[in-house]
């Protein structure tokens, strides 16, 4: 909820998720003066609900200037997560387990792989597994989304960042060019600067401005397994399902990847084809119960390119 009066801030946030709240401790850290809004709770949405795979699911299919984007963020997580721990005492637990992709029915790995990886730095090495082909990516690390989640907020927290839940956009307001603040459903918050980092929810909020971007939510479910620590070493990945094994032995199946508008509910069908895939990959999962299912709405958009820069008139 919003004080009656509202804090002063140099630059606001719309959407509290990983981007979001690293982006506001960024410049929190510069010393500027950071309020961050989310219209449910503060890192519970697509951040939380994702798997934490440190890499595109098929690099070789992005762009390069995507790809460098991508690069250049795996190769600063360990740095980042291992400063949050130190910072807070919540660990995200990066891991480097590193990523074996089967060869499925949609997805076949290339033969001229290993050579576009290692353009690009990548030693990553082609092999079998009886007679799927596979490709082992030894530098794929992973984090555990909650946990560098809670780290982030907790990190927000520490550096005097306003973070108002519940508080969903309802339009902005602006003389000629320059923005005055943002209203919301609790009140209205001056602000000169804003950064719209709502994920899905980024397209609707930015078209009661007359800004149209191509951005929809795509559902992806998730199931947890109970394993045992160690018992799966690395992360397993084949026609972008995937297997994450946790350091306390728990295993993440996922994801689907469903156009069913902002409807985040879970259904029997996902769980069938999550547990289909996880079976046939590793077979000892059969015995394993499932402990939850859930789903989250990432942002899709033409040819999965993120939009980055100033909106127009504004």
């Known amino acids: 909820m919003l004080a009656e009066t509202p804090v002063q801030t140099d630059v606001l946030l719309i959407g509290g998720g990983a981007i979001g709240l690293v982006s506001a401790i960024k410049l929190a850290e510069a010393g500027l003066r950071v309020t961050v809004l989310d219209q449910g709770h503060i890192g519970q949405e697509a951040s939380w609900a994702g798997g934490g795979i440190l890499s595109p699911l098929y690099p070789w299919h992005y762009p390069p200037a995507l790809l460098r984007l991508a690069l250049y963020s795996m190769q600063r997580y360990f740095s980042l997560t291992s400063t949050l721990l130190e910072q807070t005492g919540i660990d995200p637990e990066w891991i480097p387990s590193g990523l074996l992709i089967l060869e499925g029915e949609h997805e076949k790995i290339p033969n001229d792989v290993p050579a576009w990886g290692a353009a690009w730095g990548l030693d990553w090495r082609p092999g079998l597994a009886g007679e799927t082909q596979t490709l082992w990516c030894p530098e794929v ?12 907020a907790a990190r927000c927290r520490q550096l005097g960042i306003v973070l108002y839940e519940n508080t969903a956009v309802t339009g902005f307001r602006k003389q000629g060019e320059r923005l005055q603040g943002i209203e919301t459903i609790t009140g209205f918050i001056p602000a000169e600067r804003a950064i719209v980092t709502a994920g899905a929810w980024s397209g609707k909020i930015l078209g009661e ?16 397994l109970q394993g045992k620590p160690g018992a799966l070493n690395t992360m397993l990945m084949r026609d972008n ?16 990847s469903e156009l069913a508008g902002f409807d985040k509910s879970t259904t029997d069908e996902a769980r069938n084809e999550l547990v289909d895939f996880a079976t046939q990959v590793y077979p000892d999962l059969e015995s394993l119960p499932i402990l939850k299912q859930w789903s989250g709405l990432r942002p899709g958009s033409q040819d999965s390119i993120p939009y980055i820069g100033p909106v127009p008139g504004w």
Do not use: C, E, K, W
């Open 141 to 152: 690390a992973q984090v555990r989304n909650p946990r560098l989640l809670a780290a982030m």
């Open 209 to 224: 401005i007359g800004i149209h971007l191509d951005i929809i939510p795509v559902r992806g479910q998730m199931l947890l």
């Open 241 to 256: 399902h995937y297997l994450i094994p946790r350091r306390d032995g728990l295993i993440l199946a996922g994801s689907t």
